[in-house]
């Protein structure tokens, strides 16, 4: 069975979508949905360096008008997706490219909605200095006490040794210098605030206000969710999950099980690819795996789209 998931915030480099560009139709896309949004999509992922697009604001429909546009490349309608797709996710912002993908949101809707949850994001990380960053080792029951002891949120727990801790610069220093036992490292991730966490309420009650003037629809291939790893069948419920999701920790792990319990054997992460296959290779062996990063790759994701398509249910 194949699965396709939606990379998160940090997965973005200056001038991903440059090659993309070259696609017919995806640069006429990408400009209709930056007239739609009041952002150019286009400069963001050409022209603009990594300051510009660490920006929330800007990074996160960035992120997912990439999914979008190279998922497009592999499946042309909801049919064919549906056809050949046995479930998608996305990881944090990832979960709107899910949602527009399954045929719970339209694009223009998805875009629209993350444009608002971007601004709303960057407002509350504005509010104090906060951020992230990722442990590498260390045994969940050994990690999750000394977070919380250092007053540190495990915004997402990916499964596969890693952890991501979010909270204020100073609690994070303190990470830094007081590492869990077993963790070999703490890295700084290229975020702007503590997102899912308490840091990010203010931003549920603008997408809350957001999510009311869209009529999401029920998914046509299984959606799972960051929330508890469920497949979710209804589309109001999808929606509700998006927005309590902005202050609320990422279960990926939780994810990558109800992968593994649908029959997974193989994975796609659209563009920018990379950190969620990076994850599933260590936690799912056997499971073949794919990221797209540059147009380059779509032959390799049509071959594997072959050999597994016919092993959804």
């Not at 939606?6 to 995806?26: E, H, K, R, S, Y």
């Not at 994975?267 to 990221?291: D, N």
Request: with cysteine; charged share 20%.
């Amino acid at each position: 069975m194949l699965v396709l998931v939606a990379p998160g915030q940090g997965a973005q480099t200056p001038g991903f979508l440059t090659p993309w560009l070259d696609l017919p139709g995806v640069e006429d896309r990408l400009r209709e949905w930056s007239a739609a949004i009041d952002l150019d999509l286009v400069h963001y992922g050409t022209n603009a360096d990594a300051d510009e697009i660490r920006d929330t604001a800007v990074a996160q429909p960035l992120l997912v008008a990439a999914s979008l546009v190279s998922a497009r490349q592999l499946f042309a309608t909801a049919e064919d997706f549906s056809r050949l797709v046995g479930a998608a996710a996305g990881h944090s912002v990832g979960e709107l490219a899910a949602a527009a993908l399954t045929g719970v949101l339209s694009e223009n809707d998805a875009l629209a909605l993350v444009r608002k949850r971007g601004l709303a994001m960057a407002e509350a990380a504005a509010v104090t200095e906060t951020g992230m960053a990722a442990l590498l080792g260390g045994e969940q029951d050994v990690v999750l006490p000394h977070l919380e002891k250092l007053g540190l949120t495990p915004a997402n727990v990916n499964g596969a040794g890693q952890i991501v801790a979010a909270g204020t610069a100073a609690q994070l220093a303190a990470l830094a210098e007081d590492k869990p036992e077993g963790t070999r490292r703490v890295v700084p991730l290229k975020v702007a605030g503590a997102f899912h966490t308490e840091h990010m309420a203010p931003a549920v009650t603008a997408l809350e206000a957001a999510v009311a003037e869209v009529t999401p629809a029920d998914p046509h291939t299984r959606y799972v969710s960051n929330k508890d790893g469920r497949v979710v069948t209804e589309g109001q419920d999808v929606v509700r999950r998006l927005v309590g999701q902005v202050a609320n920790p990422v279960r990926w792990d939780l994810c990558m099980e109800t992968f593994k319990e649908l029959g997974v054997t193989g994975i796609i992460e659209v563009s920018p690819g990379g950190t969620l296959v990076g994850i599933a290779k260590r936690a799912l062996p056997g499971v073949q795996t794919l990221a797209l990063k540059t147009p380059d790759d779509l032959d390799a994701a049509r071959t594997l789209i072959a050999e597994h398509s016919a092993q959804a249910e």
